[in-house]
């Protein structure tokens, strides 16, 4: 073989080789465990934390408000739906604080006369002019609406 | 001149074409190859296959799925990021058609245009469509972005290299660039919360249950139930995405 090939096929070989080198040096351990893709990663997402616990872990402490909830019209509703998520508050029922909900602003999301909302489903309330000097929490319990 | 004879001698059209008839003959033996009933098969034998089920006529435009969104999954506060959000669509009586949706629908929505004008108006709750055929997917350099043997389409937050050729793939708008980790977000259908066994944040704390994900495999699971007996639809079929995510009563107007 002439020399200039040789040198060619050495460099070729050079190449390749720390190509080979990097791709398994950069290519993380769990790649290709399930696909085209880092396996690990479907653990990591699984494990994030979870904020919003559901009524069941409403009920322990606010058992007698939650019933009341539960036999209104808004038996349907989640705690966390309106007070914000519960996780933390969960764990540290003093320090932590949920957020009550008292404008009618807040109320209106739902309730403020919208076309779209269908009449069927749900009470609406021009909140405008339905006594605008009030909070709507002074006349209807959010809780036994 | 005598090798040409031979190659077209009769023995050689014959011994071809039998050869080329039977091939026909046996190709026609197999399942015909349709695009889209492929993106609609059930996948995934040894457990669920999730899907996602929205009933417009139930959804009153609150805006607590895309709330709750935001909270469970450190989705930042500003407008513009949203791994669910609610539209508003008015069909005037003029055929013009508005869509709104101020910061996702988390501030509620107040009717800007006269009951007298409008033909139809409904609110569209809308997240990630979990194809099955994720154009996203495909289109990922480094495979940071993949479904999982059940169905979710999910980020690999590590691996991510920030090019944002997902968000221009995914024909439904549902990705974004996340400004403090310089990666590629999506609803990952809660990922962390369907593998406890718990409902996506979204659906627990809607207050209508106008929205639904479970079990596509399951003919008895609500989600099943629903999409058999509900005039459902999803959006944009003819780009053939394989979208799990079945819309009740769905106008032709949504994009």
Redesign the interface.
């Known amino acids: 073989m002439p020399l200039h090939l040789k040198r060619l096929l050495m460099l070729g070989v050079i190449i390749v080789s720390l190509f080979l080198l990097l791709k398994h040096v950069l290519t993380?351990d769990s790649?290709g465990q399930?696909?085209?893709?880092?396996g690990k990663?479907?653990d990591?997402?699984?494990?994030?934390?979870?904020?919003?616990i559901?009524n069941k872990g409403c009920v322990s402490c606010h058992d007698t408000i939650v019933t009341m909830k539960n036999e209104g019209y808004?038996s349907?509703?989640?705690c966390?739906?309106c007070h914000?998520?519960g996780a933390l508050h969960a764990d540290h029922p003093k320090t932590e604080k949920l957020f009550k909900p008292a404008t009618r602003?807040f109320c209106?999301?739902?309730h403020?006369?919208?076309?779209?909302?269908?009449e069927k489903?749900?009470t609406q309330q021009n909140i405008k002019d339905h006594h605008p000097e009030k909070n709507c929490i002074k006349c209807h319990n959010p809780h036994q609406p | 001149m005598t090798e040409r004879k031979t190659s077209l001698s009769r023995r050689n059209f014959f011994k071809n074409a039998g050869i080329a008839a039977g091939t026909l003959v046996a190709a026609s033996t197999l399942p015909a190859f349709d695009t889209v009933l492929y993106a609609a098969v059930k996948r995934n034998t040894k457990g669920p296959w999730y899907g996602i089920a929205i009933d417009i006529?139930?959804?009153?435009?609150?805006?607590?799925c895309a709330k709750?969104c935001k909270?469970?999954?450190d989705v930042p506060q500003e407008p513009f990021f949203f791994r669910s959000w609610v539209e508003?669509?008015?069909i005037k009586k003029d055929g013009s058609i508005k869509v709104v949706s101020p910061n996702g629908g988390i501030?509620?929505?107040?009717?800007t245009i006269p009951?007298e004008e409008?033909e139809k108006?409904?609110?569209v709750p809308k997240m990630c469509n979990h194809c099955a055929k994720s154009p996203c997917v495909q289109v990922c350099p480094v495979?940071?972005?993949?479904?999982?043997?059940e169905g979710v389409v999910?980020v690999?937050e590590?691996?991510c290299i920030g090019c944002k050729y997902c968000i221009q793939a995914c024909p439904y708008g549902c990705r974004y660039f996340h400004p403090d980790k310089h990666v590629v977000d999506k609803c990952?259908l809660c990922?962390?919360?369907i593998?406890?066994g718990?409902n996506p944040?979204c659906m627990?704390?809607?207050?209508?249950?106008a929205r639904m994900s479970g079990d596509l495999n399951d003919p008895e699971s609500a989600i099943s139930k629903f999409i058999r007996t509900r005039n459902v639809y999803v959006l944009k079929p003819h780009l053939n995405t394989g979208s799990k995510l079945y819309y009740n009563a769905l106008n032709q107007e949504v994009r």
């Open positions: 993380p790649f399930y696909g085209h893709f880092r990663a479907i990591e997402i699984a494990t994030h934390p979870i904020k919003f559901g808004h349907d509703l989640s966390e739906g914000g998520a602003e209106g999301k739902c403020s006369i919208n076309k779209a909302r269908p489903a749900i | 006529e139930k959804c009153i435009g609150c805006g607590t709750t909270i469970e999954n508003q669509y008015t501030d509620g929505f107040t009717q009951d409008i108006t409904f609110f495979g940071a972005t993949f479904e999982t043997e999910l690999d590590k691996y990952t990922f962390h919360r593998k406890k718990m944040a627990d704390n809607c207050p209508t249950k």
